[in-house]
C-alpha cells in the first residue's frame, strides 16, 4: 500500500459559545483537516489543531508545514509502516509535533480500515468500556461559573474542569463558588493553564483552597518550570498535574526523575499522534504514573484518536476530549451518551466524515500529489 494524495483542509469550528483560558479566548476554534489516499482505495483522516503557547505552531504554520515539509515526504510510502513515517518526519523537521500528529492520525485510520479493525485493537486492545465526560468551565464571574455547572449537574454530569489563571484573588472566588454549589460529591480539577505564573503565588493560592476537595490543580506554572512543579508538589496536599510542561518523551523523563507531578496530560497534538502518545503512557506505567488525555479542542476526528488511546491504558484513568460537545457545527459524528463516551468496534476512528460540512468550514485548501 502507498500514500498516492494528501488533501489539506484549513477549516474554522463554530463554537456555541466563546471558549474563555487563561492566554487567550476563542470564538471559533482553527483546525487542520488531512485526507489521505492510497492506491488501494483507501482513506484515512487526520487533524491538527494548533497553540502558539502549547508549541510554537499556528494555525497557519502547521498548514504550511504539512503542505510544505511532510506531505511530500511521507507521499509515496507505506502508512501501516508508522515507525518508518515517524523517522522521516522527525528526520525532515525538528519538533512540530501537531502537524505530525495530522499524518499519525490518518495513517491509523488507515490501517484500522485496512486491516478492519477499530484503532484501539492495534494498540493494546480495549481496556476501558466507558469513561466519563467532565464538562469544561470557560472562565467567567464566579457566579456565572457556578450557575453553568448547577445546570450540568442536572444533565449527569459528575465531573468538572474549571479554567482559571487570569487572577488569583478572583480564581479562588470562582473555585469556591464552584463547590459551594455544586456540593462536596462533584468532582473538581482546576487548570489554570500557567497563570499563577511561579510556585510562589501558586503555593498562596492552593493553601486558600485547601478546603475545596480539589482532584488536582492542572500546570498552575510557566510550562518549563519543572523545578516549581517539583516545590508545590513537596508543599501542597492538593494532587498536581502537568500539561503544558509535558510535550513528548524527554520532557516524561524529566517529571519522572524529579516526582515533579501526580498525574499527566497527554495531548496528541503535543507529542506528534497517536503512536508518540502511547510511547509516552508505558513511559508512565513503567514509573506508577497516572496519566489523562486531553485535547485542544478538536474535531470529531483528533477527538476519536485520542480516545481510541484512552480506551486501550490501564494507566489512563480520566479524558478531557468534549470539543465536539462545544461546536455548534462538527465534520464528524463521534457519538456521546452524556455524561458518557462509550466507543464503537467500527474499523480505523470509527466516525465517518461529512464532506459537505468540512467544505462549508474550509477556508483555504491544497493537495499534494
Known amino acids: 500500500m502507498k500514500i498516492t494524495a494528501i488533501y489539506l483542509y484549513a477549516i474554522h469550528l463554530p463554537l456555541h ?63 501501516l509502516e508508522i515507525e518508518r513515517l515517524h523517522d522521516l518526519m522527525n528526520k525532515t523537521i525538528y519538533s512540530a509535533p501537531t502537524a505530525k500528529a495530522a499524518i499519525d492520525i490518518a495513517c491509523y485510520d488507515i490501517i484500522g480500515k485496512k486491516l478492519q479493525q477499530p484503532v484501539f485493537q492495534l494498540i493494546g486492545g480495549r ?32 465531573s468538572f474542569k474549571m479554567k482559571v489563571g487570569t487572577n488569583i484573588k478572583q480564581d479562588v472566588k470562582r473555585i469556591q463558588a464552584v463547590r459551594a454549589r455544586v456540593g462536596e460529591d462533584i468532582a473538581i480539577r482546576v487548570d489554570v493553564n500557567q497563570g499563577w505564573q511561579n510556585s510562589a503565588t501558586t ?9 475545596c476537595n480539589l482532584d488536582w490543580i492542572e500546570q498552575p506554572v510557566v510550562a518549563d518550570d519543572i523545578d516549581g512543579m517539583v516545590e508545590i508538589k513537596s508543599k ?68 476519536a484518536a485520542g480516545y481510541h488511546v484512552a480506551f486501550s491504558k490501564k494507566n489512563i484513568s480520566s479524558v478531557e476530549l468534549t470539543g465536539p460537545l462545544k461546536f455548534s457545527k462538527d465534520i464528524g459524528n463521534l457519538a456521546y451518551d452524556v455524561p458518557f463516551i462509550r466507543l464503537t468496534d467500527k474499523p480505523g476512528l470509527g466516525i465517518e466524515i461529512n464532506e459537505e460540512t468540512l467544505r462549508e468550514l474550509t477556508v483555504y485548501r491544497d493537495i499534494v500529489r
Open 17 to 79: 459559545q466563546p471558549f474563555v483560558i487563561s492566554y487567550q479566548t476563542y470564538n471559533f476554534m482553527p483546525s487542520v483537516i488531512v485526507k489521505i489516499e492510497t492506491d488501494e482505495g483507501i482513506t484515512g483522516y487526520g487533524e491538527a489543531v494548533a497553540d502558539e503557547h502549547v508549541t510554537g505552531e499556528t494555525w497557519e504554520s502547521t498548514y504550511h508545514i504539512i503542505k510544505n515539509t511532510l506531505a511530500p515526504v511521507v507521499l509515496g510510502h507505506n502508512p
Open 236 to 303: 501542597s496536599i492538593i494532587p498536581l498535574m502537568i500539561d503544558e510542561g509535558l510535550k513528548g518523551s524527554r520532557e516524561m523523563l524529566e517529571i519522572i526523575q524529579k516526582r515533579a507531578a501526580d498525574k499527566v496530560n497527554i495531548k496528541l497534538m503535543k507529542c506528534g499522534g497517536i503512536y508518540p502518545a502511547v510511547k509516552m503512557a508505558h513511559q508512565a506505567e513503567l514509573a506508577g504514573l497516572d496519566c489523562q488525555i486531553g485535547s485542544m479542542v478538536e474535531s470529531s476526528i483528533g477527538s
Open 127 to 158: 481496556y476501558h468500556d466507558e469513561f466519563s465526560l467532565t464538562h469544561v468551565l470557560s472562565i467567567a464571574e464566579p457566579e456565572l461559573m457556578a450557575n453553568e455547572a448547577a445546570l450540568h449537574v442536572t444533565k449527569g454530569y459528575q
Open 203 to 211: 503555593l498562596v493560592a492552593l493553601k486558600k483552597l485547601q478546603n
